[in-house]
């Protein structure tokens, strides 16, 4: 399957990276990156075997282990489009909008 990340969830990883390294600690923002990568790298592999969101079951969640960040995805014919990078602790949804057609 194609792995095609939207351009709104590029901007959230760089400016969680941004916000770690801000606060004095960069190794931080990096590690964050290499496990989002990691995680697109499973996500590409098999994009099924991640749990629906409750709310919106056109949509997957992939947890970043250990960290508040999960990344919201959905498969669009045969392409999975990261729709977000979302803090799980701040505004619910707001990535629904963003849905492929």
């Given at each position: 399957?194609k792995?095609?990340v939207?351009v709104e969830?590029?901007?959230?990883?760089?400016e969680?990276?941004?916000?770690y390294a801000?606060?004095?600690?960069?190794?931080?923002?990096?590690?964050?990156?290499?496990?989002?990568?990691?995680?697109l790298?499973?996500?590409?592999?098999?994009?099924?075997?991640?749990?629906r969101?409750?709310?919106?079951?056109?949509?997957?969640r992939a947890?970043i282990?250990?960290?508040?960040?999960?990344?919201?995805?959905?498969v669009h014919?045969?392409?999975v489009v990261?729709?977000?990078?979302?803090?799980v602790?701040?505004r619910?949804g707001?990535?629904?909008k963003?849905r492929?057609?």
């Open positions: 399957m792995l095609v939207h969830a590029l901007r959230e990883l760089r969680a990276s941004e916000w801000a606060r004095g600690a960069p190794e931080q923002g990096l590690r964050l990156m290499r496990l989002v990568d990691v995680r790298r499973e996500i590409a592999r098999s994009p099924e075997s991640f749990p969101d409750p709310r919106r079951t056109w949509a997957r947890r282990l250990r960290w508040p960040y999960t990344l919201v995805l959905a014919d045969e392409t990261i729709l977000a990078v979302a803090h602790k701040r619910p707001y990535w629904a963003r492929p057609r």
